[in-house]
Structures are given as structure tokens and as C-alpha cells.
């Protein structure tokens, strides 16, 4: 450097210190973009096959060791459908020697500085963190084939739960313009081959409009015609409602579009469509402001990582604004939440008939319980708002799990509580099996210190919802 | 770092039975078991890879050169202005700063050199041309304006190291550098709290004439 320029540096003081890291090199291009395939597709096949086992045994390892993952279904409970039983009981394991109690009465940093943050609290890793992409369940995968021929299993990698703590396959679908007909989805997975004979008489043409889109599949970042896939054959796409299965979901999973480096993308669990009619944010970090925004970029996010770039090579689907988006949006807008008897038009327990325990979880969730700042139950359980947990307070950040780094979550937007028992697992990324888990996990996040009895009674609430 | 014994978050670390706490935790973070499998359609065509379909460990891909080569480049730095900041500093918070810059950063080159050496690349030699230039701003500096300067610095060279990491972590393929990556990142975002607390107070004191910051406890 000169000896002038140096003057002059220093003269700027601070502000030049501004421009020098402005002049700095750029972080490598593959930090937000997505390279460029390098492989023939058959070699990246043949490599992805072989190592199909040893990707499923890790993640089942990890499964294993942060969850009880049996099968134990609550007496008596089943989801709105029918046909499957609601899990019971806590499945994230303690860390050894310790007791919810115990922890729950810990300071946040003696939680993190010893590492007694029970894993299965901690943000969970996708499958396989290097590819990411859409994950769907067996059950998905087998109906798509026998409905539309179309081949949704990746070569790559398998869904990793088990099935009995997923929902309910097919889900019902429960519309706001129909009260009086129930579940209308006659037991069947609507796809692009059914849709019409099922839903016609039902819906308007507008309506049925916005489902054929709904139901079209489009080319997406591991399901298209190119070499860059991770299913066999070239793929014509997946459709909304692959993972959004008959508008609620099937927990297929994905990484999400809106953080990158890659390692640091955390895992999407599938929410449902249900109550959309309500919800005024969309996207769990997104907080876009209708439900017409996220309809018409969707397939440049969830189908292709928010990567618009990786999406042109492939085949984007650009629906217009002004005809197809405000169909996609209004049969969206008319998917209701499955019935919930027991609640009165407020959205609380009606006393004639509630149980003792569901009323007592009613006054924890609105009292020391704290849930009811952000569900409210006035608004379908949510307030449509972003929040922090600042879990990252009870762990260290930047651990790598299965080649995943855990940083922290931020802020998230409010999930609705409605219909929640049909729906697990829980939270945004799905990191939580049961309801009883949600207790434990927000109990020790929010500091509420409540006891068996009241941790009971939420959990008999929820299901009431 | 190769020889270092592995373990899996799920089992209990050797460390959490010794009731360690504090800044010690930083050494006790659990690695990652084995290197990640990658996604073959962007693996090199000349990728080995055994019957099972994983990359072999000791290969390198253009990632991980690129990765030494930027990260070999900022430690170095991070050594070298640490050593300025140890004479220049007027607070002491800077100053414990950069002591413990000197002391883990020069421990974190070591590591990286041990690991590149076994990858078959070597880190450079010299700070690249940015931070080259960053240390010439900063010697001609004192006191409070040098604090900030360089600890504002620091924020930045962190914020871009621990992104580094992170891309190395899925990006890279040698199971050494990517296991120096893993257990290198969570210190690197500790350094980076550490440093937005200084920033913060520094900048305080800057605009509204507050005593500079203490060393944390």
C-alpha cells in the first residue's frame, strides 16, 4: 500500500475499514448456489444406491437414540379419520440420570455448558443433509403409483419414521362451504385422476380449477428430467398435494428453502392446509403475506430450494397471478379444520362438555402454561406472529449431527393447535413425536414448572382440539 | 484431528461425566462419527468410492483445496492481528480478546496443517492480500479507534469463517478437514458472541462516552 493511500485510510478511519471488506473476495458461489451436476446420472445412481443402507442405518441410529420410536397408541384415541390410533406417553429419552423435573429446574446455560439438552429437543437432522430434498413416506409413494403411475421414490434415500407416528393416510378433508357432509374424501387419496369424480358437485368451477393446479405435478429439484434427480426414470414433477396429502399431510419432509450455507438448512415437516381460511402469515420463515403469494412461488422455494436459478434449468412452473394463483388460493381457503365438538364458537371447551381433565388443561393452557399468549384460541390457536424460543440458550450452536449443523432455529411462525392430534410429529421440523413431547419440550423452554397432573391435562386438551 | 476418537451426540460424552464446565465445553463438543456421504451427482468423475457407495476419506475435491486455502489464510491472519491487538489494545476486553484469538486460533492452524498435510495440501504461508491490508489500517491506529476497528474486524472475519465451516461440512469430501470443520465451527461462533458483545460495547462507549468493556468473567 502507498504511503498516500495509507494517509488517507486512516484519515476515513472506520468507514474505510467499511469499504476494505466491501473490496474482500466473495465466499465461494456454491454457498447459495447449486452447483452444477458433475456425474453421469447413472454413476451418481449406482453411488447413491450402494450407499442407501448405510444413510438409512445412520438415521435410524440417531432415531433410536433420541426417541422411543415403539408402538404404543392411546386407548381409545384415534386421529379425525378413524383410522389410526394417536401415540402416547413422552418419546424423547433423558439424558442419563436426569428427570424432566430435574431439568425443568436447571438454569438454561447449566443445561448447555453440561449437555444435558435432551437430543431429541434439538433441531432434527434430514436424511441425508448434502442432497436434502423432498422425503415422502411409503404410503404416499405407493398410492401416487397406483393412482397416477408416477414414481415419487428417490434411489437416494427412504422416509425415516415409523409409520405409526405418522398421520393418518389418507386424511380426511373437512371443507368450510359443507359442514353438514363430514370427511369428504370417500377413504381416497385425491390425485390428478380422481379429483374431479370425487370433488365435483362439491366445489365450484373456480375451485376446481385451483385443485387441478394443485394436483399437477411440476418438475422440482430431485423429481425432473434432467441428470440432476434422485428418481429413476425422468420424472414429470410432484404436485402440492404430494406432500400436503388431501390438504393436511403425510410427513414427508424437506430442508428448508430459506437459509443457506447447505449443512445449515434446517429439516421441514410437512404442515397442514387446514384452516387456511384463518392464517394470514405463510412459510415458516417466510412470513409471506398471503396464501396467493406463497401458492404462486412455491415452485421456485419448496420444489426447488429457493433457488431460482436451479429452477430454470428444470422447468419452472410460473402460474399466472390473476387466474390460476387466486384459484390455487380459493380452493385452499375453503379446507376446514376436522370438527371439534367440544368447543364453543370462541374456541373454548364448552363445560357441558368438557372432562375435568380437558377443562384443567384449558386453564393451563391459558394460565401458567403460557400457551395461549401465541395460540389463542379466539384466532384457530394461532396469532400470526413470528417467535423466538431461543433454544439455543440450553445448547451449543454450531454441533454437527449427520453432517447437519444445528444453529439457532430464530424466529418461527405459530403453528394452529387445531386438529393437532392428527398431525404429528410436531413442531417445524418435526422433532417431536407425541403431544406429551410438546409438553416436556415447551415446559422446560418457556420455564413454566408445571407438574404430572397439569402436564396430563394439556396433553387430554390438545386432543380436544 | 484423524486420530482423535469420535463419538455421536446421542452418547454421552467422556467430558459430561467429568462435570466440566465453562469455557472448556468448547473442546468438548461431540464429532461427528465419520465423514459425510455427499451427493454423488456432484462428486468429481474420478471419485473413489468402496462397495458400499462411500467416497473414500482421504481424497480431496476443488472444495476442500479452496477450503484450506481461505481458512489456512484467515487463521494466519487471525493469529497475526491478534498479536497486534495484544499491543495496541487499550481495553482490556480487547485484549483478553486477543489473547484467546492468539492462543485457539494458533491451535485451530496447527490442527487445519496437520489435517491438510494428511489430505496432501499444504495451507498458505502468509495472510492473503485483504487481511494484508486490513494489518497495515490497524498499525496505523490507537487506541479506542484501533479497539473498534478491530474488533468490527473480527465480527466480520468470524461471520465468514464460520460460513466456511459450514460449506466445508457438506461441501468438502476429505474426512479430515471436514471433521477439523465440525469441530472447529462451534468455537468459531462462540469467538463470534464474544466479539458482538465487544462491538456492542465498544460502539457504546464510542457514541455515548461509556467506560469500555471489562474482560468476561
Same mark, same amino acid.
Given at each position: 500500500?502507498?504511503?498516500?493511500?495509507?494517509?488517507?485510510?486512516?484519515?476515513?478511519?472506520?468507514?474505510?475499514?467499511?469499504?476494505?471488506?466491501?473490496?474482500?473476495?466473495?465466499?465461494?458461489?456454491?454457498?447459495?448456489?447449486?452447483?452444477?451436476?458433475?456425474?453421469?446420472?447413472?454413476?451418481?445412481?449406482?453411488?447413491?444406491?450402494?450407499?442407501?443402507?448405510?444413510?438409512?442405518?445412520?438415521?435410524?441410529?440417531?432415531?433410536?437414540?433420541?426417541?422411543?420410536?415403539?408402538?404404543?397408541?392411546?386407548?381409545?384415541?384415534?386421529?379425525?379419520?378413524?383410522?389410526?390410533?394417536?401415540?402416547?406417553?413422552?418419546?424423547?429419552?433423558?439424558?442419563?440420570?436426569?428427570?424432566?423435573?430435574?431439568?425443568?429446574?436447571?438454569?438454561?446455560?447449566?443445561?448447555?455448558?453440561?449437555?444435558?439438552?435432551?437430543?431429541?429437543?434439538?433441531?432434527?437432522?434430514?436424511?441425508?443433509?448434502?442432497?436434502?430434498?423432498?422425503?415422502?413416506?411409503?404410503?404416499?409413494?405407493?398410492?401416487?403409483?397406483?393412482?397416477?403411475?408416477?414414481?415419487?421414490?428417490?434411489?437416494?434415500?427412504?422416509?425415516?419414521?415409523?409409520?405409526?407416528?405418522?398421520?393418518?393416510?389418507?386424511?380426511?378433508?373437512?371443507?368450510?362451504?359443507?359442514?353438514?357432509?363430514?370427511?369428504?374424501?370417500?377413504?381416497?387419496?385425491?390425485?390428478?385422476?380422481?379429483?374431479?369424480?370425487?370433488?365435483?358437485?362439491?366445489?365450484?368451477?373456480?375451485?376446481?380449477?385451483?385443485?387441478?393446479?394443485?394436483?399437477?405435478?411440476?418438475?422440482?429439484?430431485?423429481?425432473?428430467?434432467?441428470?440432476?434427480?434422485?428418481?429413476?426414470?425422468?420424472?414429470?414433477?410432484?404436485?402440492?398435494?404430494?406432500?400436503?396429502?388431501?390438504?393436511?399431510?403425510?410427513?414427508?419432509?424437506?430442508?428448508?428453502?430459506?437459509?443457506?450455507?447447505?449443512?445449515?438448512?434446517?429439516?421441514?415437516?410437512?404442515?397442514?392446509?387446514?384452516?387456511?381460511?384463518?392464517?394470514?402469515?405463510?412459510?415458516?420463515?417466510?412470513?409471506?403475506?398471503?396464501?396467493?403469494?406463497?401458492?404462486?412461488?412455491?415452485?421456485?422455494?419448496?420444489?426447488?430450494?429457493?433457488?431460482?436459478?436451479?429452477?430454470?434449468?428444470?422447468?419452472?412452473?410460473?402460474?399466472?397471478?390473476?387466474?390460476?394463483?387466486?384459484?390455487?388460493?380459493?380452493?385452499?381457503?375453503?379446507?376446514?379444520?376436522?370438527?371439534?365438538?367440544?368447543?364453543?364458537?370462541?374456541?373454548?371447551?364448552?363445560?357441558?362438555?368438557?372432562?375435568?381433565?380437558?377443562?384443567?388443561?384449558?386453564?393451563?393452557?391459558?394460565?401458567?402454561?403460557?400457551?395461549?399468549?401465541?395460540?389463542?384460541?379466539?384466532?384457530?390457536?394461532?396469532?400470526?406472529?413470528?417467535?423466538?424460543?431461543?433454544?439455543?440458550?440450553?445448547?451449543?450452536?454450531?454441533?454437527?449431527?449427520?453432517?447437519?449443523?444445528?444453529?439457532?432455529?430464530?424466529?418461527?411462525?405459530?403453528?394452529?393447535?387445531?386438529?393437532?392430534?392428527?398431525?404429528?410429529?410436531?413442531?417445524?421440523?418435526?422433532?417431536?413425536?407425541?403431544?406429551?413431547?410438546?409438553?416436556?419440550?415447551?415446559?422446560?423452554?418457556?420455564?413454566?414448572?408445571?407438574?404430572?397432573?397439569?402436564?396430563?391435562?394439556?396433553?387430554?386438551?390438545?386432543?380436544?382440539? | 484431528?484423524?486420530?482423535?476418537?469420535?463419538?455421536?451426540?446421542?452418547? /454421552?460424552?467422556?467430558?459430561?461425566?467429568?462435570? #466440566?464446565? %465453562? $469455557?472448556?465445553? +468448547? *473442546?468438548? =463438543?461431540? &464429532?461427528? @462419527?465419520? !465423514?459425510?456421504?455427499?451427493?454423488?451427482?456432484?462428486?468429481?468423475?474420478?471419485?473413489?468410492?468402496?462397495?458400499?457407495?462411500?467416497?473414500?476419506?482421504?481424497?480431496?475435491? /476443488?472444495?476442500?483445496?479452496?477450503?484450506?486455502? #481461505?481458512? %489456512? $489464510?484467515?487463521? +494466519? *491472519?487471525? =493469529?497475526? &492481528?491478534? @498479536?497486534? !491487538?495484544?499491543?495496541?489494545?487499550?481495553?482490556?476486553?480487547?485484549?483478553?480478546?486477543?489473547?484467546?484469538?492468539?492462543?485457539?486460533?494458533?491451535?485451530?492452524?496447527?490442527?487445519?496443517?496437520?489435517?491438510?498435510?494428511?489430505?496432501?495440501?499444504?495451507?498458505?504461508?502468509?495472510?492473503?492480500?485483504?487481511?494484508?491490508?486490513?494489518?497495515?489500517?490497524?498499525?496505523?491506529?490507537?487506541?479506542?479507534?484501533?479497539?473498534?476497528?478491530?474488533?468490527?474486524?473480527?465480527?466480520?472475519?468470524?461471520?465468514?469463517?464460520?460460513?466456511?465451516?459450514?460449506?466445508?461440512?457438506?461441501?468438502?469430501?476429505?474426512?479430515?478437514?471436514?471433521?477439523?470443520?465440525?469441530?472447529?465451527?462451534?468455537?468459531?461462533?462462540?469467538?463470534?458472541?464474544?466479539?458482538?458483545?465487544?462491538?456492542?460495547?465498544?460502539?457504546?462507549?464510542?457514541?455515548?462516552?461509556?467506560?469500555?468493556?471489562?474482560?468476561?468473567?
Amino acid at each position: 500500500m502507498t504511503s498516500a493511500l495509507r494517509t488517507s485510510l486512516l484519515a476515513l478511519g472506520t468507514a474505510s475499514l467499511a469499504s476494505l471488506v466491501l473490496a474482500a473476495d466473495p465466499l465461494p458461489p456454491d454457498l447459495t448456489y447449486r452447483p452444477l451436476p458433475t456425474q453421469p446420472l447413472s454413476k451418481a445412481r449406482a453411488m447413491d444406491e450402494a450407499q442407501k443402507p448405510a444413510v438409512m442405518a445412520r438415521q435410524r441410529a440417531m432415531l433410536e437414540a433420541r426417541y422411543d420410536l415403539a408402538d404404543r397408541p392411546m386407548p381409545g384415541v384415534a386421529m379425525s379419520g378413524g383410522r389410526k390410533a394417536v401415540q402416547a406417553g413422552v418419546r424423547v429419552r433423558l439424558p442419563e440420570g436426569q428427570t424432566w423435573d430435574g431439568l425443568a429446574a436447571l438454569a438454561p446455560t447449566d443445561i448447555r455448558d453440561r449437555d444435558l439438552l435432551p437430543a431429541g429437543f434439538m433441531p432434527l437432522p434430514h436424511v441425508k443433509q448434502t442432497a436434502g430434498g423432498q422425503v415422502f413416506p411409503n404410503v404416499q409413494i405407493e398410492a401416487i403409483a397406483r393412482l397416477e403411475g408416477r414414481d415419487l421414490r428417490r434411489f437416494d434415500v427412504d422416509h425415516d419414521l415409523p409409520d405409526t407416528l405418522t398421520p393418518e393416510f389418507p386424511p380426511p378433508i373437512f371443507l368450510t362451504t359443507h359442514p353438514e357432509l363430514g370427511d369428504v374424501s370417500r377413504g381416497q387419496l385425491l390425485s390428478i385422476g380422481n379429483f374431479y369424480e370425487i370433488m365435483n358437485g362439491l366445489i365450484t368451477p373456480v375451485q376446481m380449477e385451483g385443485l387441478r393446479l394443485l394436483l399437477t405435478p411440476f418438475p422440482q429439484e430431485e423429481f425432473n428430467q434432467t441428470e440432476d434427480r434422485k428418481v429413476a426414470l425422468p420424472s414429470t414433477g410432484v404436485a402440492c398435494l404430494d406432500c400436503h396429502s388431501n390438504f393436511s399431510t403425510n410427513a414427508a419432509f424437506h430442508l428448508t428453502p430459506d437459509v443457506r450455507p447447505q449443512a445449515e438448512r434446517f429439516r421441514l415437516d410437512t404442515v397442514s392446509l387446514r384452516g387456511m381460511f384463518n392464517q394470514q402469515i405463510h412459510g415458516s420463515k417466510r412470513s409471506l403475506r398471503s396464501v396467493e403469494d406463497f401458492s404462486e412461488f412455491e415452485q421456485h422455494t419448496a420444489y426447488f430450494n429457493g433457488d431460482q436459478v436451479s429452477a430454470a434449468r428444470k422447468g419452472p412452473h410460473l402460474p399466472d397471478r390473476t387466474n390460476q394463483v387466486a384459484m390455487m388460493a380459493q380452493m385452499q381457503n375453503i379446507i376446514d379444520f376436522p370438527p371439534a365438538p367440544k368447543l364453543d364458537p370462541f374456541g373454548r371447551l364448552d363445560p357441558a362438555l368438557a372432562s375435568e381433565a380437558e377443562l384443567k388443561g384449558e386453564a393451563v393452557f391459558l394460565g401458567k402454561g403460557r400457551c395461549a399468549t401465541c395460540h389463542v384460541p379466539e384466532t384457530s390457536f394461532m396469532d400470526q406472529q413470528m417467535h423466538d424460543l431461543k433454544l439455543e440458550r440450553f445448547y451449543k450452536v454450531g454441533q454437527t449431527v449427520n453432517d447437519f449443523v444445528a444453529i439457532p432455529d430464530g424466529p418461527i411462525k405459530t403453528f394452529t393447535l387445531r386438529g393437532i392430534k392428527d398431525t404429528p410429529p410436531y413442531l417445524h421440523d418435526g422433532r417431536l413425536m407425541t403431544l406429551a413431547d410438546t409438553v416436556e419440550f415447551f415446559n422446560l423452554v418457556l420455564g413454566t414448572h408445571l407438574d404430572q397432573e397439569e402436564k396430563d391435562a394439556l396433553v387430554a386438551y390438545m386432543l380436544a382440539l | 484431528m484423524r486420530s482423535s476418537p469420535t463419538c455421536s451426540r446421542s452418547e /454421552p460424552h467422556p467430558a459430561r461425566r467429568l462435570g #466440566l464446565a %465453562g $469455557a472448556a465445553w +468448547l *473442546a468438548l =463438543v461431540p &464429532l461427528p @462419527a465419520a !465423514a459425510q456421504m455427499g451427493n454423488p451427482g456432484f462428486m468429481a468423475p474420478d471419485t473413489r468410492s468402496d462397495a458400499k457407495g462411500m467416497p473414500a476419506t482421504d481424497q480431496t475435491n /476443488p472444495d476442500d483445496v479452496l477450503f484450506v486455502t #481461505l481458512v %489456512g $489464510a484467515g487463521g +494466519l *491472519a487471525e =493469529v497475526e &492481528l491478534a @498479536a497486534l !491487538a495484544r499491543d495496541k489494545a487499550a481495553s482490556a476486553a480487547v485484549k483478553a480478546f486477543a489473547e484467546r484469538m492468539a492462543r485457539e486460533h494458533g491451535a485451530a492452524n496447527d490442527k487445519l496443517a496437520a489435517a491438510a498435510k494428511d489430505a496432501g495440501l499444504a495451507v498458505p504461508d502468509a495472510p492473503d492480500a485483504e487481511h494484508a491490508t486490513l494489518r497495515d489500517t490497524l498499525k496505523g491506529m490507537d487506541a479506542a479507534a484501533f479497539d473498534l476497528a478491530y474488533m468490527r474486524a473480527q465480527l466480520v472475519d468470524h461471520q465468514k469463517t464460520a460460513q466456511l465451516l459450514a460449506w466445508e461440512i457438506d461441501s468438502g469430501q476429505n474426512a479430515g478437514l471436514q471433521r477439523f470443520a465440525a469441530a472447529t465451527l462451534p468455537a468459531v461462533l462462540d469467538h463470534l458472541a464474544v466479539a458482538r458483545g465487544i462491538v456492542e460495547a465498544l460502539s457504546l462507549a464510542d457514541v455515548a462516552g461509556e467506560p469500555p468493556p471489562q474482560p468476561r468473567p
